[in-house]
C-alpha cells in the first residue's frame, strides 16, 4: 500500500478503537526509518509489536530483513486483516502485546513497538517488557517511539529491570514531532 493510501483506514479505526489506536495518523516514513535504523539486516529475527497498517513494517523490511523473519503482535483484526495482505510471508498474529514473551520465535535481536505504550497501565508495561527481554536477552533491544518528553516506560520498571536507554534526534517529520528510545537490559 502507498504510504498514503492506508490513513482511511487508520482513522477508521482510530474512530471505532481511540483507546487502543492512539494516534493522529500512522508513523511517518522519517519516524518509520529511524526505528528500524539499527538493526542488523544478518542479525536474528525481529518482533514488531502494534504493528497497525504496517509503516513500521514496511522500514524494517527496507532496512533488509525478510518478512518472514519479521513477527508482528496486533489486536485490531481489521489491521491484521491488512497485513497479511499487504505484505507476504510475514507472520501476523492477532494478540496482546502483553504476551509477546509467549511467543514462539528463537534468537530475537529486537522488539519494535509501536504501542502506544505511554497510556497503558502497569501491569501490562510491566508484561510487554518482561517478555520482551525473555525473548531479546542482554544484547537485544527494545525499541519504542514516544512523543512526550520523557522515557515512555514507567519508572518503576525502568528501576526494577535495571533498563538503560539512548534516545534519537526528535523526528519533526511526524505528526506529532516524536523521538525514538533504545532500551537494553544488561541484566536480562
Ligand atoms: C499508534 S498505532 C501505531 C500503528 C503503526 N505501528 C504505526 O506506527 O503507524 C498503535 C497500534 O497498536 C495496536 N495496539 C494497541 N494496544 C495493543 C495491544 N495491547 N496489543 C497489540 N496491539 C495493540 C493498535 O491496534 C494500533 O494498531
Known amino acids: 500500500m502507498s504510504s498514503t493510501g492506508d490513513i482511511g483506514l487508520f482513522l477508521g479505526q482510530l474512530l471505532k478503537k481511540p483507546h487502543q489506536v492512539v494516534a493522529l495518523a500512522p508513523s511517518s516514513r522519517a519516524l518509520s526509518a529511524e526505528m528500524a535504523a539499527t538493526l542488523d539486516p544478518e542479525g536474528g529475527p525481529v518482533i514488531e509489536l502494534g504493528a497497525g497498517t504496517g509503516r513500521i513494517t514496511q522500514a524494517i523490511i527496507d532496512r533488509g530483513i525478510a518478512a ?37 520465535v528463537d534468537g530475537a535481536q529486537a522488539v519494535v513497538s509501536g504501542l502506544p505504550l505511554l497510556s497503558m497501565p502497569f501491569d501490562l508495561q510491566n508484561a510487554i517488557l518482561t517478555g520482551t527481554f525473555r525473548q531479546v536477552g542482554r544484547s537485544g533491544t527494545y525499541i519504542q517511539f514516544t512523543y512526550g518528553p520523557k522515557p515512555p516506560v514507567k519508572a518503576e520498571i525502568r528501576a526494577a529491570m535495571g533498563l538503560t536507554w539512548t534516545t534519537s534526534r526528535k523526528i519533526w517529520g511526524n505528526l506529532p514531532p516524536a523521538r525514538v528510545y533504545r532500551f537494553a537490559c544488561p541484566g536480562a
Do not use: K, T
Open 68 to 104: 518472514e523473519r519479521i513477527h508482528s503482535i496486533e489486536m485490531n483484526p481489521v489491521f491484521c486483516e491488512r497485513l497479511r495482505a499487504d505484505f507476504p510471508g510475514l507472520n501476523v498474529y492477532q494478540m496482546s502485546a502483553g504476551d509477546v514473551g509467549e511467543l514462539p
